[in-house]
């Protein structure tokens, strides 16, 4: 029996820096120069074998603006 192991990724930057561009070529191994901008956040997963193992990515695209940089923020000591 496989174990599922999983991975919470956010991808977090200004407007414009390829973060859509990233989780498009990962998730669905395509690569598009003119992708649309994300509205809010968008959210994809993919299931990758490794091994003897499932690893599942959950991927978190969110837009570049200011409301999102708290995301960013690591909490104290951590």
């Not at 859509?20 to 191994?29: G, K, P, W």
Request: proline share 4%; hydrophobic share 40%.
């Amino acid at each position: 029996m496989m174990a599922i192991e999983e991975f919470k990724v956010c991808l977090l930057g200004d407007t414009g820096v390829a973060k859509s561009s990233i989780v498009c070529r990962f998730a669905q191994d395509y690569f598009d120069h003119n992708i649309s901008p994300t509205i809010e956040v968008s959210f994809v997963t993919k299931t990758a074998p490794c091994g003897n193992d499932l690893h599942k990515f959950l991927l978190w695209d969110t837009a570049g603006q200011e409301r999102f940089h708290s995301l960013g923020a690591s909490p104290e000591g951590y």
